[in-house]
């Protein structure tokens, strides 16, 4: 009998769920190995800038499904919001039933203070320029949809997959400014509001690092996404880890296999 895996939290974010690039099949399967007593759903879940009626299929249901059946059992369901579904910002501090809807968390984990949030509101390009990210949104979309008819091709022709958004993401000089950046910011602010963890979402960038001011140290933690990395965070046993699918379906049956392990 298969027993799934009980980490007390699990972070998930980025999910893009209504477009073409959100792995939903695969997301699936990973909900389906674990009970978490928390499931934290860090944003950009479901993609409401890019909604359409013609496109949202069964794998995409089958998610939403998933996570209500965790929800019925005992698991503890927090939809934080991002911008892609700001739309449900306006029903922030909703509960019902296992459910809760906010902008913002804050927890206290083994005696220390952890502040989750999407991560949009420090992005400033997208508060200058909505229509802009927006229309980024949807070439982003057509780009992920043609990587994987490539991808396809090059499977049937014995090659390995081949990720153009990702090539074009480190082609740009200043992708990895604006990533350095966030991550500062951010890792400021929460010490300088005495939070030992950081936990966000927003630039697909899944991390765990340490960072140090004059001020104190914080550990950073980014859940990254289900659109190219197929990441998540768990914490356990007083623990943060950063696990991807891929690794996890060397496993069989699925289980843990953590690719990154920092403690505190």
Request: proline fraction near 2%; glycine fraction near 6%; hydrophobic fraction near 40%.
């Amino acid at each position: 009998m298969f027993i799934k895996r009980k980490p007390e939290i699990v972070v998930i974010s980025d999910v893009h769920l209504g477009t073409f690039g959100a792995h939903a099949a695969e997301l699936s399967e990973y909900l389906e190995s674990v009970q978490p007593k928390k499931l934290i759903l860090n944003g950009d879940f479901i993609d409401i800038w890019q909604f359409r009626k013609s496109y949202f299929p069964k794998a995409h249901l089958e998610v939403i499904k998933k996570i209500i059946d965790l929800s019925s059992t005992g698991t503890e369901v927090i939809y934080i919001t991002g911008n892609h579904d700001e739309f449900l910002r306006k029903f922030s501090d909703t509960q019902i039933g296992e459910l809760r809807i906010t902008d913002k968390l804050v927890l206290e984990l083994d005696g220390k203070k952890a502040w989750f949030f999407h991560g949009d509101v420090f992005d400033v390009g997208i508060h200058k320029a909505k229509w802009i990210a927006k229309l980024g949104g949807w070439g982003y979309d057509l780009l992920i949809l043609i990587n994987r008819f490539l991808n396809q091709v090059l499977v049937k022709m014995g090659k390995k997959k081949y990720s153009l958004s990702k090539k074009i993401k480190n082609s740009v000089k200043n992708a990895g400014k604006f990533i350095a950046s966030f991550e500062k910011t951010v890792s400021d602010l929460a010490i300088e509001n005495g939070y030992k963890y950081v936990i966000c979402g927003h630039i697909h960038q899944p991390k765990i690092i340490r960072k140090t001011n004059k001020k104190g140290t914080c550990l950073y933690l980014n859940s990254g996404d289900w659109i190219e990395n197929l990441s998540v965070l768990e914490y356990e046993d007083k623990k943060w880890s950063l696990t991807y699918f891929s690794e996890l379906k060397k496993q069989k049956p699925l289980v843990a296999a953590v690719t990154v392990i920092k403690k505190d």
